[in-house]
T-cell receptor, first 111, second 116 residues
Framework: KNEVEQSPQNLTAQEGEFITINCSYS?????LHWLQQHPGGGIVSLFM???GKKKHGRLIATINIQEKHSSLHITASHPRDSAVYIC?????????????FGEGTQLTVNP | DTGVSQNPRHKITKRGQNVTFRCDPI?????LYWYRQTLGQGPEFLTY????????KSRLLSDRFSAERPKGSFSTLEIQRTEQGDSAMYLC??????????????FGDGTRLSIL
């Protein structure tokens, strides 16, 4: 079983819909990251959080440390949000701030 | 801030050849990470440096793989005697660690390796 599990694997939405992507992890962590990857490979860091909630524009990330669960929400989704969204954790069991990644959620937003 | 730069963007080579990739991190960043990503999967950790010291290597990093960061700035990842299974996207990331506090990692666009 992967240390980091994401759901769903694939998500198709209509423009304007509210989107939720979930991430569950099985290890103690010091931080959780949400990343966005566009076709061609480039990865952009969206959020790094260790508790509570963060908001940036139409994106909201929440984390529940006790339940080992995080969600990424996108409000008023737009076709330009289409990308792979990856959850990654910094495990307390590993050194050096290296990240352990989920397999990603492929989001497609149709106009 | 020019971001993390990786070269080349794409590399196609025949099985058995050696390849070398380069990563230029954000200039003040003291940590540099290499990850590998195969199609449809999330990235997997390969190795990381703090300044010029290579502090950890994954079990994924076989004897055919070597990474260096000789002056604590750019890094190279070399794969010797490439195999079909080495085909993947190789991602570099950098971060600034101060007082042990986590900071976001900044990723390059990756080098896509295809082995014929």
């Amino acid at each position: 079983k992967n240390e980091v599990e994401q759901s769903p694997q694939n998500l198709t939405a209509q423009e304007g819909e509210f989107i939720t992507i979930n991430c569950s992890y099985s290890v103690g962590i010091s931080a959780l990251h949400w990343l966005q990857q566009h076709p061609g490979g480039g990865i952009v860091s969206l959020f790094m959080l260790s508790s509570g909630k963060k908001k940036h524009g139409r994106l909201i990330a929440t984390i529940n440390i006790q339940e080992k669960h995080s969600s990424l929400h996108i409000t008023a989704s737009h076709p330009r949000d289409s990308a792979v969204y990856i959850c990654a954790v910094r495990s307390l069991e590993t050194s050096g701030s290296r990240l352990t990644f989920g397999e990603g959620t492929q989001l497609t937003v149709n106009p | 801030d020019t971001g993390v730069s990786q070269n080349p963007r794409h590399k196609i080579t025949k099985r058995g050849q050696n390849v070398t990739f380069r990563c230029d991190p954000i200039s003040e960043h003291n940590r540099l990470y290499w990850y590998r990503q195969t199609l449809g999967q999330g990235p997997e950790f390969l190795t990381y440096f703090q300044n010029e010291a290579q502090l950890e290597k994954s079990r994924l990093l076989s004897d055919r793989f070597s990474a260096e960061r000789p002056k604590g700035s750019f890094s190279t990842l070399e794969i010797q005697r490439t195999e079909q299974g080495d085909s993947a996207m190789y991602l570099c990331a950098s971060s600034l660690i101060e007082s042990g506090a986590d900071q976001p990692q900044h990723f390059g666009d990756g080098t896509r390796l295809s082995i014929l």
